[in-house]
């Protein structure tokens, strides 16, 4: 199988959306599913998706930390498929303001587009560029000098535990809202030195943080430094690199 699907999944009440979005996906794909504890960990996924490698973390780190505790077991126990898609349950409490909710909902099926029949062949283009390492939505596309482009303090400290070149080359990139595609080469080259759970235990408790936002830059981050680009799609690709 080409295509590895990791999805970090938060919001119960989301479930049966994102399952009719995971079954209108026009690739195959094996499916590596986080859910949290006492929030998505009843789920019965597997009455959908048989074949779904299933962990269940506790609520640390929102989305990054769970999907680098994915990372972690496909490190040890996955099938080395070519592309990982990172997606994840956007979305806001069912005590939100409609207003708020409409917002998130509106940009959930932006960032999730990229996997639609629409989309994927946009993504499959980029990636005939063999220099082009990740693939995203373009609008949320973030570098320099852009709004929320540039590194924040704590990107500094993830660079120098991942060996990263990036201030030293002063090249910054990434997909915010941290859904993509990317060659599972470059985060196996980067991630199997370290300890990827010692990195998740570091992160604060169901809360949002610089740290996370950090990590979010960072997925896009360990691509430049491994000398690949980021390509948003939209009516055309566009590249960084």
Known sequence: MKNAIFLH???????????????????????YINLVESHTDSIDILKDFPE???????????DCGGQLRTLHYWLEHGHNEELIIFLHSKG???TETPAKTKETDELRNLLWSIVTPEKYPLVEQAFLDEKVGMVGEKSWHRYPPLDHGSPIPECEYYCNLLKLNNYETNNFGFCAGTMFFVRSKIFKQVFSSVDILKIVEELPISSNGGNIHALERIFGYIVLSEQFKIAGVSITPTLKG
């Open 9 to 31: 999944l938060y919001y119960r009440h989301l479930w049966q959306e994102i399952m009719e979005r995971l079954k209108s996906i026009p690739f195959p794909f094996n499916l």
């Open 92 to 94: 806001k409490p069912l």
């Open 52 to 62: 779904a490698i299933i962990n269940i973390s506790p609520n640390q780190g929102m």
